[in-house]
């Protein structure tokens, strides 16, 4: 009896401190402008912290083609842009969280036949930037989608934007924050950047 009762006390420690260890272990909650916890399905608009210089996020055709549409800064500060959506690699407890893979989608229609999931360009030569663009895949994360996942980092009292995927323990990425790259028509594109976007997030 007293064995059986030393195992039982024994099982229950352990599972104590799994449990303990796996809450230790959970990232920091990302919090909007008001202190309130991001939920995963809730549309927020992404905001610049620093003001002056744009106002949220949208789509629209930066090239010579119609489509794809792809993440541009509105120029306006007064302007909120278009609502997203984060979905984390793991949403079963509806939390957004730092360092952790997400899919980020706007909460509109396209003029384009394709999803509005954010998405990783290719390298384009002529600009030599990495842009984010549109019609990547919600969920399924793996090799085929790589391209698709981004993170939220605190940025001293604020966030930032990270491209650095870790979907796929093979697979060889890239690391480094999202910025705003200016083209030559002054289109505030979003890219990949050694200057990161200082942002907040705001409910819809």
Same mark, same amino acid.
């Given at each position: 009896? =007293?064995? $059986? ?19 230790? /272990? /959970?990232?920091?909650?990302?919090? #909007?402008?008001?202190? =309130? ?14 003001? !002056?210089?744009?106002?949220? &996020?949208? &789509?629209?055709? $930066?090239? %010579? ?10 120029? &306006?500060?007064?302007? @909120? !842009? ?7 690699? %793991? ?8 360092? $952790? #893979?997400? @899919?980020?989608?706007?909460? /509109? /229609? ?8 954010? =998405?990783?360009?290719?390298? #384009? ?8 663009? $549109?019609?990547?895949?919600? !969920?399924?994360? !793996? ?10 980092? *605190?940025?001293?009292? +604020? ?9 796929? +323990? ?12 200016? +083209? ?18 705001? *409910?819809?």
């Amino acid at each position: 009896m =007293k064995a $059986t009762a030393s195992i039982l006390i024994l099982f229950l420690a352990a599972l104590a401190f799994l449990i303990c260890a796996n809450a230790a /272990a /959970a990232p920091d909650p990302v919090l #909007d402008i008001t202190g =309130k916890i991001l939920r995963t399905g809730t549309d927020y608009y992404i905001l610049p912290v620093i003001r !002056g210089r744009g106002g949220g &996020l949208t &789509l629209a055709s $930066t090239g %010579n083609d119609t489509c794809p549409l792809d993440v541009v800064q509105e120029q &306006l500060e007064v302007s @909120n !842009g278009l609502p997203v959506t984060f979905s984390p690699v %793991n949403v079963k407890k509806g939390v957004v969280r730092v360092s $952790t #893979d997400q @899919n980020i989608k706007f909460s /509109a /229609a396209s003029i384009c036949v394709q999803s509005t999931v954010w =998405k990783l360009e290719s390298f #384009d030569e002529a600009t030599q930037q990495w842009f984010v663009t $549109t019609g990547g895949v919600e !969920g399924n994360p !793996g090799r085929e989608t790589v391209d698709n996942w981004f993170k939220i980092e *605190k940025y001293e009292k +604020d966030y930032k934007l990270v491209f650095c995927p870790t979907v796929c +323990d093979f697979c060889k990425v890239i690391c480094r924050d999202v910025g705003v790259f200016i +083209d030559h028509r002054g289109v505030r594109r979003l890219a990949l950047s050694d200057v990161p976007f200082r942002v907040m997030f705001n *409910k819809a």
